[in-house]
């Protein structure tokens, strides 16, 4: 919900806060702030190459098992679906997504942490992994958080300045130290002393502090509702670091200061109102002050929603069904979602996997209905689609049916020799990889790229303290102390590790940057997510990989251009066919990768030398009639090698998409 000034008010009165460590308890956490905390606060993700998701999965992990190791027993709980009083919000947010995901480079993708679309299912993963408990509400989470919170008599940890005013210990997740926690045993963090601040504004009661709350504005009470009232309440001088909102917050709070009893203050304020208003008025503001008491009986918290039907209600709340799933039931129309870079020109990435869509559609809606559904078209998203659905009852069908079900969907033939030649696991990303391959036809070195980032993970990064850096690799080698055993496991890493960082000139430049590579990569993704989603309401027929066992942005577009920039007759043919691998791990690399390339429509061809770039030369400059010099239009002239071998330009989107 949020108090819209609140938080930045309160941030610069830090003696509200005080430090404090905790341990043994358990904690209610807004599962939505953290999980963007995270993901903003770990770094090298390169989200302008699709995310390194490798590297969020150490970084959530490392966080709650400090959390554990502390005896800190975390809840997490998730927004659900939109109510119509956020659709404004939610609206703004999308394009602000779209913008980012269009424009973002490798120069500013630091500006967009979160932009990355398997992060959330990743990071649920792990609190499965971990066995934290989880529950995604029907709608907004933070009344749900701080009931339960008030039922459990512990603390929340959000960042939500709605928290400042419910009656629950009040604990800022931004304040939480993780790397002290570690060697303290403790958990140390900032927690909001909601008495101090009463007591030092002269508040009479915590009713008070609801009150004011309710007179700032929120989801109850709208600003227009309570423009009249700052015609009668004098607001402070401005100060240096003070908005208008924060002026207008302390003249509440100095208002109120003056008031001993709640009911006396809300008659006065409704005085300022015509008498026909202020019934209405009155019980927005009782309502907003109960809830931020949790003083209503009538409530249940943690309740599974009633839109859905009653087998997909646990998948719900479990975090197993996306929050847009009630969207779909009470609004009748789903927006898709830009949450991973995409080149502005081609149609969204979430297309490709529109048919797996579709399934989920006719699984979750109880009945026949017309769905919107939405996604992006260039700069803008607008509905793509009416879709009739065609309801499925899941209940009804049997595991083969199931099978069958998900393959159809993934055009994929169910009685194929591919699933009896790989593992479950392996077999399950050969369909996501066999749907993306069939419309975009890509470079048989993507696909190659994957399954060696996907052994490297496997079979290497563990024998090596999961790192990838060359100067750490090297001097382990160059280290009598380094175990003979771990060796060829080194020795491999080093020889890929390149291809794991981003190049220093891509730092701060975009020149570059592949834009449409990007995109090709990034489909993947989005037919994953929606395998994923479809496997789970079909109770997995299928076995599926983590995504940080298979993908890594930065990994798929180095090792790519690698290739294309220098021609596969120059690169070490050991890159490629998988002889640098360790042994345990190196026959079977060799099979897989054989099957992936024989039954994938992939382009075969190799890449020869990489086209020389467009070079730009300038006429002469002419002088116009008054003298002044002008300068030509430029001519654009190309140079290309003059070999027979062909070659990928990556300056063109076709070359990547592997069309002649």
Known sequence: MGIRGLSTYFSDHGSHFENVEISDTEVIVDGNNLYFLLTASCKGLNNAFGGDYYKLYKCFVEYFTTMKNCGISPYLVFDGGHEEIKMKTARKRRLESIRKAVTLGPSSQHKAPGLNSMGKLLFLDV???????????EFEADREIAWLAMQKNCPVMSND????IFSVDYIKLDSIDIEGSKSCGKLICSQFNRQKFIQRHNLHSVELLHLMASLIGNDYISMSDLETIFTSIKLPPPRKNWTERHRRIQSIINWL????????AIDRILGCYPMTARPKLKQKILDSMSMYAGHDPSHQVLVEPACLQPHLRDLYTKCRLTARSVDVVTRREV???CTQVEERNLE?????????FKTQLSIICPEKMSIAIQCRIKRWYSVIEYYEVDPINVLELDKEKRLELIHRSLHAPLESKVREKLEPETYGLFLVMNLWCENNHPSQYLVIALLIFRFLILYVEPHVAQTNSIKKLQAALNSKATPSRKIPYMQCMLAYAQFFHLDDSMRTSDKN??????????IIQAIYKRTRQLNTLLANPITLPSVNHFFCGVFLYNFYTHISSKGVQHVDPNLLDGSLLPSECRDEFVRVKAVFLEHLSVDRSDLGLGATRKKRTRKPRKKDEGGKAVLAVDEVKTTSDDSDSSFCDLDNRFSVLGIS
Not at 257 to 264: A, G, I, L, R, Y
Not at 348 to 356: A, K, P, W
Not at 513 to 522: E, G, K, P
């Open 257 to 264: 200061s003056k008031e001993k009893d709640t009911n006396v």
């Open 335 to 337: 927006y898709l979602g």
């Open 513 to 522: 940057y592949d834009r449409s590579l990007v995109h090709v990569c990034n």
């Open 127 to 137: 609190l499965e992994e971990l066995n934290i408990k989880v529950f995604q509400t």
């Open 348 to 356: 969204s990435v979430e297309i490709q996997g529109l048919t797996l």
């Open 161 to 164: 300045s709605d928290f400042f």
